[in-house]
């Protein structure tokens, strides 16, 4: 990431463009997962489309409205099961009205349309739950190869897609680990990604665990807050481009994070 992406998103924490002051519990999270760092990533500009996959209470969805502006725009997707969560609906009634460029889209992931023209895209620990299904939450089984292409399709080519997850073993199957512990090996990720037309162009361990134990569920309270993250960055190709090399980021120290299953901020 370059130290201007990373500038102006520390800016934006911490003076906020537009919308007012964040709620103390967004706050209260940042610590642990580090949002300047990865919106510098994404690299959010003013005038933007984000799509915002499950956005759950609207943490990214809040931070990613002040980044585009009252000139862009942040679809934040949610389903009707997730969205009748206790306490959900007053959440996004009090950020749609202080984030008027905020449009909240309810439906499943490959069955419902999808806004068009996306400069960027993110998967905040939701990228997994492609492959996730619950008859409490009224998620059907999904497939996730059918959603990502069409994710492509409705973004600019340059576009943008960040993925941020829990990680699981190397080898792990995705929908049984998904339904086990809530985990995607990253190298399933980069598959379903290149063969959705995706190129990987970065990826970062900024939130990586070395102490986690990837056979435990990740709302376990031995490792919950303390889970392995991968971060990979992933775009829609220029027409003629060649296939760019992807670049690191790495720190060395662990950033734990806190969490609600399956309702997450």
Same mark, same amino acid.
């Given at each position: 990431?370059?130290?201007?992406?990373?500038?102006?998103?520390?800016?934006?924490?911490?003076?906020?463009?537009?919308?007012?002051?964040?709620?103390?519990?967004?706050?209260? @999270?940042?610590?642990?997962? +580090?949002?300047?760092e990865?919106? *510098? @990533?994404?690299?959010?500009?003013?005038?933007?489309?984000v799509?915002? %996959?499950?956005?759950g209470?609207?943490?990214?969805?809040?931070? @990613?409205?002040?980044?585009?502006?009252?000139?862009?725009?942040?679809?934040?997707?949610?389903?009707?099961?997730?969205?009748?969560?206790?306490?959900?609906?007053?959440?996004?009634?009090?950020? +749609?009205?202080?984030?008027?460029?905020?449009?909240?889209?309810?439906?499943?992931?490959?069955?419902?349309?999808?806004?068009?023209?996306?400069?960027?895209?993110?998967f905040?620990?939701?990228?997994?739950? !492609?492959w996730?299904?619950?008859?409490?939450?009224?998620?059907?089984?999904?497939?996730?190869?059918?959603?990502? +292409?069409? !994710?492509?399709?409705?973004?600019?080519p340059?576009g943008? %897609?960040?993925?941020?997850?829990?990680?699981? $073993?190397?080898?792990?199957?995705? $929908?049984?680990?998904?339904? *086990?512990?809530?985990?995607?090996?990253?190298?399933?990720? +980069?598959?379903?990604?290149?063969?959705?037309?995706?190129?990987?162009?970065?990826?970062?361990?900024?939130?990586?665990?070395?102490?986690?134990?990837?056979?435990?569920?990740?709302?376990?309270?031995?490792?919950?807050?303390?889970?392995?993250?991968?971060?990979? $960055?992933?775009?829609?190709?220029?027409?003629?481009?060649?296939?760019p !090399?992807?670049?690191?980021?790495?720190?060395?120290?662990?950033?734990? $994070?806190?969490?609600?299953?399956?309702?997450?901020?």
């Amino acid at each position: 990431m370059t130290r201007g992406w990373l500038a102006t998103a520390l800016l934006l924490l911490a003076v906020p463009a537009w919308g007012g002051a964040r709620p103390p519990s967004d706050v209260a @999270l940042d610590g642990a997962r +580090k949002p300047a760092e990865m919106l *510098a @990533l994404l690299q959010v500009a003013p005038g933007q489309r984000v799509l915002d %996959v499950v956005a759950g209470g609207g943490y990214y969805t809040r931070l @990613l409205a002040d980044a585009v502006g009252p000139g862009g725009e942040v679809v934040a997707h949610s389903t009707e099961g997730l969205f009748a969560a206790p306490g959900m609906a007053a959440r996004w009634s009090g950020l +749609k009205r202080s984030h008027p460029n905020v449009r909240l889209v309810l439906g499943i992931p490959g069955n419902m349309p999808l806004p068009q023209r996306l400069d960027r895209v993110l998967f905040h620990l939701t990228f997994h739950d !492609l492959w996730w299904e619950s008859a409490a939450y009224r998620i059907p089984q999904m497939e996730p190869s059918r959603f990502l +292409k069409q !994710l492509h399709s409705a973004m600019v080519p340059g576009g943008a %897609v960040l993925v941020i997850d829990h990680r699981a $073993r190397a080898g792990a199957q995705p $929908r049984a680990e998904t339904m *086990a512990r809530h985990r995607v090996d990253p190298a399933v990720v +980069k598959a379903e990604m290149a063969a959705a037309g995706f190129r990987l162009t970065a990826e970062s361990d900024l939130l990586a665990n070395p102490g986690d134990d990837l056979a435990r569920l990740v709302y376990d309270p031995a490792i919950r807050g303390q889970t392995s993250r991968f971060v990979l $960055r992933f775009v829609r190709p220029l027409p003629g481009f060649s296939r760019p !090399l992807a670049c690191r980021t790495s720190s060395r120290s662990d950033h734990p $994070r806190t969490a609600a299953e399956p309702v997450r901020q």
